[in-house]
């Protein structure tokens, strides 16, 4: 599924405003996830914000926050970018506009009633990179999201060994 934004939010406001911010997919609110941590380069506590508004009831912990800011160090400012179509190692992971998501569904991914494991491409990594949902009432929230957090590859631009 490809999940279309025609703009990247700036501001929490701006993000819990877009006509894309609707929870009632596994596909959305994963998909929600990688704008937000293209925010955090920029103002990493409206980032911090942001997941928050997709986690529903149980918001950030300081672990979590911390968990963020360890997988950030380093590649801030291309790691949510490469979860764009159109993105590589070799452009610098810069995206096509607009911006576009490819999230995917496997047989196991409503394994678990009540939750959903989505699948987020990169051109970044040889696999999908994983995103557990958990539903509440008719909604999707952010359940574990350290699958898009994980290392990928460097941009070509700041490869030694290119």
Avoid at 40 to 58: L, R, T, V, W
Avoid at 77 to 95: C, I
Wanted: a negative charge; glycine letters at 6%; hydrophobic letters at 40%.
């Amino acid at each position: 599924m490809e999940i279309v934004f025609s703009k990247l939010p700036e501001t929490l406001q701006e993000f819990v405003s877009m006509p894309e911010f609707h929870l009632t997919t596994p596909f959305q609110t994963a998909a929600l996830f990688i704008v937000s941590i293209c925010v955090y380069p920029h103002e990493k506590d409206i980032c911090f914000s942001m997941i928050d508004a997709i986690k529903g009831p149980q918001k950030l912990s300081a672990i979590e926050k911390d968990f963020i800011k360890e997988r950030m160090i380093g590649k801030m400012e291309y790691l949510g970018r490469a979860y764009f179509s159109g993105a590589t190692p070799q452009n610098n992971y810069t995206p096509s506009i607009p911006h576009t998501i490819v999230i995917e569904e496997n047989p196991y991914t409503y394994a678990a009633e009540g939750y959903a494991t989505v699948y987020i491409q990169t051109k970044g990594a040889d696999n999908p990179r994983p995103v557990t949902l958990r539903k509440k009432g008719e909604e999707w929230f952010l359940w574990e999201h350290a699958g898009p957090l994980a290392g990928i590859r460097i941009p070509i631009s700041q490869d030694p060994w290119a």
